[in-house]
């Protein structure tokens, strides 16, 4: 199989016709499909010379489409000059390579675009890492035949079955190379982890969406940070976790992670869930939605299916509706609003909105608090500076003798942290927390 990577460093061969098939009993979002398609490749700086679609009663297994439709994709890629042909579906090896001989073209899809642009974006050794075993998952079973043009070559006879070896050899060596890289992602992995139980004191929001929806944006927007917001594709890959700013106390925690997308591939979803552990953690997600995406209703499911997908279906959602500047039907809002009680209506560009968010994900603490007595040892110091920074301290008592007594108001996911230290909890929850920026 021709490398797409290998394609796509010749300049004359950074043009594509894409390829969408609709199968009978399908929902026609083949243009939607292909707009995406045409975004995911302007990630990689390929155009798109043209697009073909067929419908079909069912798949071809020789090359997926027609034989008839291959000669007119074939056609249109030499009028345009196209060096590429990429199908919205996924194709199996022997497809590929059928269809790059049929056409003399390199031959991909989807799946291999958006490991593609993975690849390019990762930043971290883990999403590195997480992107090489992907990318292993995807060769792995295209491996098969890729060595049948030995056989032909030889014309069989005594070197017969070169082709099967090889093939042995290669699935063997990329066995090799997953266990080496699953083994280092677990200590990446764990690495993580500790870094997230030194955390516990803090309260953890999370930003989830679909790609392209504005959670970089918003994230540095709320932490005052420069985190990079591109208007690409699967810009950000890793997460990152940084305070709100202005802070609060207890302080609270927004990690900017990964963004879904339509059938992101499976072993993609797998491999991340490293990543997402940071989404699994978190006391609230903000959903972040481009209103101003024409098929926003459809992104916001995928995001939902995604996330129940991981095992963060249960976690609280506030809806954030962003790229309210580009919306100019003023009914929209209103519908959502009344559709999505919990959520705001934002654009990232605007400091007012930020500011407003920022207050709205606190004030979702502060009606979650709760109230305890907890009595700790009075010389525990990392249990006392825990108890400092996650908790509003209400009253405090250092006569009991070792002891150390204090009122507090607290969220109930540091509360169950801290059970043993528990003396009693009150029933009614409590609003105010302390704001360290000026009202
Ligand atoms: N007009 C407008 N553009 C926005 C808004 N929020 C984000 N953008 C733009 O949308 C593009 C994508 O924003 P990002 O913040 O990178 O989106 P993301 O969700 O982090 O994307 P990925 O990391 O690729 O998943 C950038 O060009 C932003 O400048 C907004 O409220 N209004
Ligand atoms: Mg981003």
Known sequence: MKEVSQA??????????????????????????????TQLLATLRIQVGGRVVQKRQKITPKCFVGEGKVEEIKQLAAATEAGMIIFDRQLSGPQVRNLEEMTNCAVSDRTGIILEIFARHARTTQAKTQVEIARIEYMMPRLAGAWSHLERQRGGGVQRGMGEKQIEIDR????????????????IGKD???????????????????????????????????????????A???????????????????SDTVGFIRNL?????????????????ADLLLHVVDVSHHNFRAQMRTTEDVLREIGAGDIPVLMVFNKLDRVSDPLLAKILRAAYKNSDFVSAHS??????????????????????????????Q??????????????????????????????????A????????????????LKHDAPA
């Open 236 to 254: 950000t890959l890793d997460s990152s976790v940084r305070a709100l700013d202005p802070s609060s106390r207890p302080k609270v925690l927004l």
């Open 8 to 37: 796509m460093r010749a300049p004359e061969q950074r043009s594509a016709i894409i390829v969408g098939v609709l199968l009978a009993g399908e929902e026609d979002t083949t243009n939607d499909d292909l707009d995406e398609l």
């Open 351 to 380: 400091e007012a909105d930020m500011e407003r968010l920022r207050r709205q994900v606190i004030r979702y603490f502060e009606e979650n608090l709760v109230k305890a007595t907890l009595d700790v040892p009075a010389d525990d």
């Open 417 to 432: 942290k801290l059970h043993a230290y528990v003396i009693s909890v009150a029933e009614v929850p409590f609003q105010g």
């Open 265 to 281: 591939p499976h072993g993609l979803v797998e491999s991340f869930k490293s990543t997402l552990d940071e989404v699994l953690e």
């Open 172 to 187: 063997r060596l990329a066995r090799e190379r997953m266990s080496r890289l699953k083994r280092q992602l677990e200590g």
């Open 192 to 234: 993580r982890q500790n870094q997230r139980k030194a955390r516990i004191s803090e309260l953890k929001v999370a930003l989830v969406g679909y790609t392209n929806s504005g959670k970089t944006s918003i994230m540095s927007a709320m932490t005052k940070a420069t985190v990079q917001a591109e208007d690409v594709l699967f």
């Open 382 to 415: 990392n249990l006392l500076s825990v108890i400092y920074k996650s908790c509003l301290i209400l009253n405090s008592d250092f006569s009991v003798q070792d002891r150390a007594l204090f009122e507090v108001r607290i969220a109930p996911a540091v509360l």
